[in-house]
């Protein structure tokens, strides 16, 4: 049964860093590449940053670029979000993802963690 | 990135069928055939619906249907019932190799 479990999240002020961990079980992590997901409080989806299964390529959005940077670890099954910088528009769930194919590196997500809520407020 | 575009809420009847726009541009959903559906119930995490256009994930209900026409892709609901009641969004990749969700469309079912 594959499983994502995030930690990480909790309340920091404007400017400060925060590190996002997601566990992976239940499938061949090194195989499949994964994302971070977003919500604000009461909005809609935001997609954060993603990374291929061999770690070689990293993506995201415009709205993290040089603020967030996104990592794994195969010798723990965990992926990683590191958030500096952080803003008040950052307040939201995170959510990491399995990307829903091997050959995808970016495209749909057949799982989600259950989300860890980061607050950046003074 | 702008947000696809898609209807702030629906509704319908049950057993009726409903149908959920999607709108990018030639640079996403006019693009490529990688489009995703997801159903989100309060305080849960999103559930994948359909992805590449048309395909169903198993264990999905094949009331639940995909298409794509140029820049607007859709997702119908046939035989609605309480249970689907939700928010859904769509989702696409993109030329600048991100990813790009819409902003969500409520769905009630009356």
């Known amino acids: 049964e594959v499983q994502l479990l995030e930690s990480g999240g909790g309340l920091v002020q404007p400017g400060g860093s925060l590190r996002l961990s997601c566990v992976a079980s239940?499938?061949?992590?090194?195989?499949?590449?994964m994302s971070w997901v977003r919500q604000a409080p009461g909005k809609g989806l935001e997609w954060v940053s993603g990374?291929?299964?061999?770690?070689?390529?990293?993506y995201y959005a415009d709205s993290v670029k040089g603020r967030f940077t996104i990592s794994r670890d195969y010798s723990k099954n965990t992926l990683y979000l590191q958030m500096n910088s952080l803003r008040a528009e950052d307040t939201a769930v995170y959510y990491c993802a399995k990307e829903g194919e091997i050959r995808y590196g970016l495209n749909y997500f057949d799982y989600w963690g259950q989300g860890t809520l980061v607050t950046v407020s003074s | 990135q702008s947000a696809l575009t898609q209807p702030a809420s629906v509704s319908g009847s049950p057993g009726q069928s409903i149908t959920i726009s999607c709108t990018g541009t030639s640079s996403d959903v006019g693009l490529y055939k990688y489009v995703s559906w997801y159903q989100q119930h309060p305080g849960k995490a999103p559930k994948l619906m359909i992805y590449d256009v048309s395909n169903r994930p198993s264990g999905v209900s094949n009331r639940f249907s995909g298409s794509k026409s140029d820049n607007t892709a859709s997702l119908t609901i046939s035989g609605l019932q309480a249970e689907d009641e939700a928010d859904y969004y769509c989702s696409s990749y993109t030329n600048a190799v991100t990813l790009v969700f819409g902003g969500g469309t409520k769905l009630t079912v009356l």
């Open positions: 239940g499938f061949t992590f090194r195989t499949y590449a």
């Open positions: 990374i291929r299964g061999g770690g070689d390529s990293t």
